[in-house]
């Protein structure tokens, strides 16, 4: 929502024509990230989202390191066979909206491969409204060439742009339906009862995954209302097969969708916040 800090996935593919680039390059690579809007402004990945600050000690090559690659960067992703090949160091100049992720020798991108890099992000609303991103992209990415001996070059530029069904909307106020305190519990993943989260790193695969909402008193969900529930980390997520949702109206306990029931069924559809083939599903 505009006006809030929210997670922005960047996702790019390299070409199969730049294979030799990749793979001759004699030393480090670099990819760099050149944000191109005023309405989109990179924050740090900590929880808070906090703002970042120019620091002299990491605002250039030679100066990159990978603590800086933590403050700037939630998650890496590739399906490449080795995955998102693990920085070297990262650097940035804020002021210039610029920053950059360094790569070892024989360690960088690799062609004909995607890659996605999850980061947080304060917007606000252009005054065209959503006319505004039809022509102005999000960032340049930058695949650099060796840093060593073709320091000016790059292999590729991709521009990224807005997904038109993932556009800047205006953020909930007041009166707007709102979770109440506990309004998501996770019930059960398989068969195991959990309590707060899901253990990814455990790479076991649920075959159903349950959970509940729960609508503030003063600002009760409604009829009508769409509800996008996002699931971090993003690019750790695949949720497959089917989405079911049930409800029930509070004030009567009466299921939703029932004969004679205040508010009909609701529907439920898995996503991929990604548009491209093979996109995880990672919303509901």
């Known amino acids: 929502a505009a006006g809030q800090a929210t997670a922005l996935v960047l996702a790019f593919k390299t ?14 690579m670099m990819l760099r990230i050149s944000f191109e809007t005023q309405y989109i402004t990179l924050r740090k990945a900590d929880l808070e989202a906090s ?29 490449h066979v080795n995955g998102f090949p693990v920085p070297k160091g990262c650097f940035y100049i804020h002021e210039d909206a610029s920053y950059a992720i360094v790569f070892d020798r024989k360690n960088g991108l690799a062609d004909n491969s995607e890659y996605q890099i999850v980061v947080n992000v304060q917007t606000s609303l ?42 800047l909307a205006q953020v909930a106020n007041g ?16 068969n195991s009862t959990l309590d707060l989260y899901v253990d990814l790193a455990s790479h076991i695969e649920h075959e159903t995954l349950t959970f509940e909402l729960r609508s503030a008193p003063a600002a009760p969900i409604t009829a009508g209302y769409n509800l996008r529930i996002f699931l971090f980390p993003l690019t750790s997520w695949e ?24 508010i009909p069924a609701p529907s439920c559809v898995l996503e991929a916040i990604c548009g491209h083939d093979g996109a995880h599903h990672n919303m509901l």
């Open 51 to 79: 703002e970042i600050v120019d620091n002299g000690m990491y605002n250039g090559l030679n100066r990159e390191d990978q603590i800086v690659c933590g403050w700037l960067f939630k998650e890496f992703w590739s399906n």
């Open 239 to 262: 949720m497959n097969g089917i989405c079911q949702a049930t409800c029930t109206h509070v004030a009567t306990g009466t299921p939703c969708g029932q004969i004679g029931a205040i």
């Open 126 to 167: 252009p005054p065209e409204g959503d006319a505004y991103w039809d022509e102005h992209m999000v960032a340049r990415v930058f695949s650099m060439d060796d840093v060593i001996l073709r320091q000016e070059y790059a292999v590729e530029v991709g521009a990224c742009y807005l997904r038109p069904d993932r556009l």
């Open 15 to 28: 070409s199969v024509s730049s294979a030799a680039r990749y793979r001759h390059a004699e030393n480090r």
């Open 175 to 190: 009166i707007d339906g709102q979770l109440g305190t506990e309004g998501f519990k996770i019930i059960s993943a398989g």
